[in-house]
């Protein structure tokens, strides 16, 4: 069974950095896209960045591109996004997801695209 564990949230103050990682275990890796998602208390889980996991091809919600950075380590089956800039209205619980399939790029930014998710970790940004 395949498992992806999320590390790096934490509290920062606006203007501030963090690097979240995420490390798939459990199975021959074989993923064919790996994607960020966050997600607000009551609200739905939003697209924020994604990456073509043999090519490196990186995508980005307009609200975070330019501050976020997505990148993979394929000799420890990692994905990390770097989170720079930060402000308030970034606060949300990340979650890592993986999926084997090819997405198209219109589709790698759904939820429905991605068969596996990890637990998520808090993103916290004070003013």
């Known amino acids: 069974q395949v498992q992806l564990v999320e590390s790096g949230g934490g509290l920062v103050q606006a203007g501030g950095s963090l690097r979240l990682s995420c490390a798939a275990s459990?199975?021959?890796?074989?993923?064919?896209?790996m994607g960020w998602f966050r997600q607000i208390s009551g609200k739905e889980r939003e697209f924020v960045a994604a990456?073509?996991?043999?090519?490196?091809?990186?995508y980005y919600s307009d609200s975070v591109k330019g501050r976020f950075t997505i990148s993979r380590d394929t000799t420890t089956n990692t994905v990390y996004l770097q989170v720079n800039s930060l402000k308030p209205e970034d606060t949300a619980v990340y979650y890592c997801?993986?999926?084997?399939?090819?997405?198209?790029?219109?589709?790698?930014?759904?939820?429905?695209?991605?068969?596996?998710w990890g637990q998520g970790t808090q993103v916290t940004v004070s003013s």
């Open positions: 990456i073509r996991w043999n090519v490196g091809s990186t």
């Open positions: 997801a993986a999926t084997p399939a090819y997405r198209t790029l219109a589709s790698l930014v759904r939820v429905s695209s991605f068969d596996d």
């Open positions: 459990g199975r021959t890796f074989s993923y064919n896209a």
